[in-house]
């Protein structure tokens, strides 16, 4: 099979990886790279604790796949920067691994990068702009403050940053809002080796008493009731973006066909997090991404590009 290449970053088994959040350390990583490349992370500068009690709903995969949504407030627990760095450069692995970071203001963004495109086991580096829980200096979630990410990649462009750069947003109802950040990112295609990732989860939401323990049930809503505003999400980006920018869409993927769907709205590749959380471990992903009947399109897709 020819390999897809997508922001910088040579695919081997065909335009699909596994999404920040299904791998927050290093055994779930070394798990799942086993058969597809992987999002590790978001890691931050300190290490996190994250939140205790239920902080994911429902339980199973396929519970997950009927309700057709899930919930999860974890708020990053990871080992933080430097830990998972000495980690990550002693690991051997045919599939790609992208480092995802998160910051709390934009030295720590800045450290991120610096630190992670030391590593030659590292592929990309992914910029979580989306999460909520990482606001600090910046009181907006980053995706919602242009002047933020207008920064950060000032910074980097200095820093002559030679390793792809991946820039994750969350979902922008305002479509002004979406076109404001692709020209951001337009004026600095020519400096650094940007992709954008699109998009995260959607923030706040809600599902009753009991679901959800910390922040009184708010949490992060993603899987199948993600996938028109992702796709929206796609599509808008491409067509305001610079063809030097690749565009990776994420969320509501759990078959082979949703792949294609995302490849047609302008994506070149995607990235799939809920059904390997769900799905608990790469047998059962593998199984459900590559059912022959719900992933008919896909399968013919990959052997045409074999």
Known sequence: MQPWK?????LPFGPYMIGAGACKTLAQTVRWLKIAPVVSGSYTFKRRGGHA????????LEEFLALGFGLNN??????????IAGDSAQLQSEQPLIASIAGFCVEEYVTGVELFSKLE????????????????????IISFNPEVVKVILFELSKRFIEVPIWLKFSPYSN?????????????????????????????MAYDGEGKIDPQDGFAG??????????????KQFRGHLSSAVDVIGVGGITTGNDIVDFLNAGATAVQI???????????????????????????KLLESNT
């Open 221 to 234: 809503l993603s899987g199948p009731v993600m996938k028109r505003i992702a796709l929206g999400q796609v």
């Open 74 to 83: 974890y708020s990053m627990p990871n080992v933080g920067y430097e830990a």
């Open 121 to 140: 086991t590292v592929s990309a580096i992914e910029l979580n702009f989306g999460c909520p829980n990482t606001q600090g200096d910046h009181p907006d």
């Open 273 to 299: 997090t809920s059904l390997a959380y769900w799905a608990g471990d790469p047998k059962s992903f593998q199984e459900r991404l590559l059912d022959e009947e719900t992933g008919s399109r896909f399968l």
């Open 6 to 10: 997508v922001g910088g970053v040579l």
């Open 53 to 60: 009690g239920k902080v994911s709903h429902p339980e199973t």
């Open 175 to 203: 479509p002004a809002e979406l076109k404001r950040m692709a020209e951001i990112v337009n004026g600095f295609a020519d400096l650094l080796n940007l992709t954008v990732v699109t998009c995260n989860t959607f923030p």
